[in-house]
């Protein structure tokens, strides 16, 4: 089946200092990438989806110019998660698609956890 | 607004018995259902999906679910639960297979030997 990686897996950062996370679909060519949030115990929260050569399109409620999305390649899409706070601390899933057709499955990275201190 | 809704926070069931979770949805149109299972501090892995046709839907490691459109459910299903089972469960729904996702609260299932 398809693969999507994430990278780094876990990072620890202080206040302030901004964190850039890889998501990578590993077989396939993604044209739409998407990222979640997901805080202890709770579900997933769509934050933005993130479409290969265009600009990210983000979910109410997330500030853009906080969670900076680049879907450069077809493979590869990051997060970066500038002047990041202790509140910002989360699990972030990315998950991607080859296309948004009845026949396209999402596959999920295994998730970065992110903790600010 | 539109979702999908998992009525149980927890299911217990012992090892070698039926394994049901409920999932339920308000979405107009014909809605794209899913199951996901996500294991300790990793991603979701896909499980099954409904589009359309065969209300039963096949999916991965012996999972079953059912569309039912008359009681707007999607319950998902194992005959005989495994230990490994044991895990987070999330429903889903979107308007494309591709697209973006709306998650229930999750279940947590566990089974017990």
């Known amino acids: 089946g398809a693969v999507v990686s994430q990278h780094p897996s876990r990072v620890i950062c202080k206040s302030g200092t901004s964190v850039k996370i890889e998501c990578r679909s590993l077989?396939?060519?993604?044209?739409?990438m998407f990222w979640y949030r997901q805080f202890p115990k709770q579900s997933l929260m769509l934050m933005a989806t993130?479409?290969?050569?265009?600009?990210?399109?983000?979910e109410q409620g997330v500030e853009k110019d906080k969670f900076l999305i680049n879907h450069a390649s077809l493979t590869l899409s990051t997060l970066t998660v500038t002047s990041a706070h202790p509140e910002d601390s989360s699990f972030y899933i990315c998950?991607?698609?080859?296309?948004?057709?009845?026949?396209?499955?999402?596959?999920f990275g295994p998730g970065t956890r992110l903790t600010v201190l | 607004a539109q979702s999908v809704a998992q009525p149980e926070d927890q299911v217990n069931v012992a090892e070698g018995n039926p394994l049901t979770v409920k999932c339920t949805y308000s979405?107009?149109?014909?809605?794209?259902l899913f199951w996901y299972v996500q294991y300790p501090n990793r991603g979701l892995q896909f499980l099954l999906k409904?589009?359309?046709?065969?209300?039963l839907v096949k999916g991965s490691y012996g999972f079953e679910a059912e569309f039912n459109k008359s009681q707007t459910s999607f319950h998902l299903k194992k005959p005989s639960a495994l230990v490994s089972d044991s895990a987070l469960y999330f429903c889903?729904?979107?308007?494309?297979?591709?697209?973006?996702?709306?998650f229930g609260g999750g279940t947590r299932v566990l089974v017990k030997p």
């Open positions: 409904y589009i359309t046709g065969d209300n």
């Open positions: 979405v107009s149109g014909n809605p794209y």
């Open positions: 889903a729904w979107g308007k494309a297979a591709g697209n973006k996702l709306t």
């Open positions: 077989d396939f060519q993604a044209t739409t």
């Open positions: 993130s479409n290969e050569g265009s600009k990210a399109t983000y």
């Open positions: 998950s991607a698609t080859v296309g948004t057709s009845s026949t396209d499955t999402q596959y």
